[in-house]
């Protein structure tokens, strides 16, 4: 399995909630949105689905792009 830069996050809302994870991070527990690399030959969109359904559990469509940062 290929690792790239790249990575993607997942804002996932419903009935009002959004669904967060927990995870350490520099020996912390934070809490942040499912995400993760991309890896060689997939899209940002198999992605993000696959990094939710690998860190949740949730199966998700992608509904709209929120930003690319650098």
Request: glycine share 12%; charged share 20%.
């Amino acid at each position: 399995m290929d690792r790239t830069d790249l990575t993607v996050s997942a804002v996932m809302k419903r009935d009002g909630w959004f669904l967060v994870v927990e995870e350490r991070s520099s020996g912390i527990v934070v809490v942040n949105h499912p995400g993760g690399h991309i890896q060689a030959g997939e899209s940002s969109e198999q992605a993000v689905i696959r990094e939710a359904l690998e860190e949740t559990g949730c199966h998700t469509t992608v509904g709209s792009l929120v930003g690319v940062y650098l």
